[in-house]
């Protein structure tokens, strides 16, 4: 499975249509939709299509034909996304009626190929699954841990200052927690 380093946008013109593609983070997510509409008012459709790994480690997906005719969207566009073994990510199509009529198929596959430019454009990389650890150092020890954590590019951490410690929770791929507990 793969998953997208960062967001990325393309256009593709199908029929004088054009499809504005927005492939993000499931952590860009929420809300986007609604902005999109809003900052494309004269748009015909926002169609989305999504991804992701829920707690129990279980592949959740979802997508929206918003308006268009039932399955000739959102569908094609979750099935690039399964094709691709993209988790943990959703793509948003905004679409502007170009004047001529793709018909049901020609629809299904615009929608795919705006979605495939916009995974060709992307930067994939090898999804890992993340775990949190937590653990306590002494004051004297922050610039330390702080120094082994950028190291090992682990930069998803919070810490408590309590008043004999500090306690840390880290989130980050297993692999590198590993290295990091045996540091």
């Known amino acids: 499975?793969?998953?997208?380093?960062?967001?990325?946008?393309?256009?593709?013109?199908?029929?004088?249509?054009?499809?504005?593609?927005?492939?993000v983070q499931m952590s860009q997510y929420e809300g986007l939709q609604n902005r999109l509409k809003s900052e494309h008012p004269k748009a015909n459709h926002v169609v989305y299509a999504l991804r992701y790994l829920n707690e129990f480690e279980q592949?959740?997906?979802n997508s929206s034909d918003d308006g268009e005719p039932k399955g000739c969207a959102g569908v094609p566009a979750l099935n690039v996304l399964r094709g691709e073994e993209l988790i943990n990510c959703a793509v948003l199509i905004v679409r502007y009626f170009g004047g001529i009529?793709?018909?049901?198929?020609?629809?299904?596959?615009?929608?795919?190929?705006?979605?495939?430019?916009?995974?060709?454009?992307?930067?994939?990389i090898p999804y890992e699954k993340e775990i949190e650890y937590r653990f306590e150092t002494s004051y004297s020890d922050i610039d330390k841990t702080l120094y082994r954590l950028k190291k090992l590019a682990l930069n998803q951490y919070e810490r408590v200052f309590a008043i004999e410690s500090v306690e840390w929770a880290l989130k980050g791929s297993e692999e590198k927690i590993d290295k990091f507990k045996n540091m």
């Open 59 to 61: 592949v959740v997906e």
């Open 1 to 23: 499975m793969n998953t997208i380093e960062e967001a990325c946008s393309t256009t593709t013109e199908v029929n004088r249509s054009k499809f504005i593609t927005h492939l």
């Open 101 to 124: 009529k793709l018909g049901t198929g020609g629809m299904a596959r615009a929608y795919a190929l705006a979605v495939k430019n916009a995974v060709k454009e992307a930067t994939l």
